[in-house]
């Protein structure tokens, strides 16, 4: 049965730091792009980061840049989000997602810009983990 599950959400104060983890089960995620999404109240979900499993490489959007880290443990599995200096405004729901990368050259990023922040995209999504900055 294919599932992921994330965990670490919570209560943190501004400029605080967290760790997210996505442990995911059923499938391997070296045959996936691996992303992060998040909702806040009112709001429509958004990409933020997105790991291509053949190269390595991430992106990120433009409001989490230089904040946050998504990383991978191939070993356990699990992919993470650091967020560090985190502000009200990163208050949300956050998600993580698997975007099987069939088909896609091994020579180019499956985190393919100017798609990977469609969620339509992803065939697997987790159920969220509340993430609550406040002081």
């Known amino acids: 049965q294919v599932q992921l599950v994330e965990s670490g959400g919570g209560l943190v104060q501004p400029g605080g730091s967290m760790r997210l983890s996505c442990v995911a089960s059923g499938f391997t995620l070296n045959l996936y792009a691996m992303a992060w999404f998040r909702q806040a109240p009112g709001k429509e979900r958004e990409a933020i980061s997105c790991l291509s499993a053949n190269d390595g490489s991430a992106v990120y959007t433009e409001a989490v840049e230089g904040r946050f880290t998504i990383s991978v443990d191939n070993a356990e599995n699990t992919v993470y989000l650091q967020m560090n200096n985190l502000k009200s405004e990163d208050t949300a729901v956050y998600y993580c997602?698997?975007?099987?990368?069939?088909?896609?050259?091994?020579?180019?990023?499956?985190?393919?810009?100017?798609?990977?922040?469609?969620?339509?995209?992803?065939?697997?999504w987790g159920q969220g983990t509340q993430v609550t900055v406040s002081s």
């Open positions: 997602a698997a975007d099987w990368a069939r088909g896609r050259s091994p020579d180019h990023p499956w985190c393919v810009s100017g798609l990977w922040t469609n969620d339509r995209r992803y065939d697997y």
